[in-house]
Nanobody, 120 residues
Framework: QVQLVESGGGLVQAGGSLRLSCAAS????????MGWYRQAPGKQREPVAT???????FYADFVKGRFTISRDNAENTVSLQMHSLKPEDTAVYYC??????????????WGRGTQVTVSS
């Protein structure tokens, strides 16, 4: 059974930090690129960051220098550390697993999402 479960969302003031985590089933985690997408109200879902099974990260331009993606292959978890949060980062953040790297990443499995709200 495919399972991706996010945690760590919440409300934070602009300039603050949050850390999102995603626990994945071993079958999915071990063979897939892991990533985070987000969807703001009224907007399309967009990629935020990905990380290969070997630990190579890729970031959307709008989060470079502020967000860090990491994975723990022993615990089957992927995390997104977010710093210097802005109100425009407000969105539902989705963990996913897929194939391809960087700009060629294609998510195949999705979590249910966790809400991140950044107040001004």
């Amino acid at each position: 059974q495919v399972q991706l479960v996010e945690s760590g969302g919440g409300l934070v003031q602009a300039g603050g930090s949050l850390r999102l985590s995603c626990a994945a089933s071993q079958r999915i985690f071990s063979s897939n690129v892991m990533g985070w997408y987000r969807q703001a109200p009224g907007k399309q879902r967009e990629p935020v960051a990905t990380i290969t099974s070997g630990g190579v990260p890729f970031y959307a331009d709008f989060v470079k220098g502020r967000f860090t993606i990491s994975r723990d292959n022993a615990e089957n978890t992927v995390s997104l550390q977010m710093h210097s949060l802005k109100p425009e980062d407000t969105a539902v953040y989705y963990c996913n697993a897929g194939s391809g790297g960087g700009a060629y990443y294609t998510p195949n499995y999705w979590g249910r999402g966790t809400q991140v709200t950044v107040s001004s």
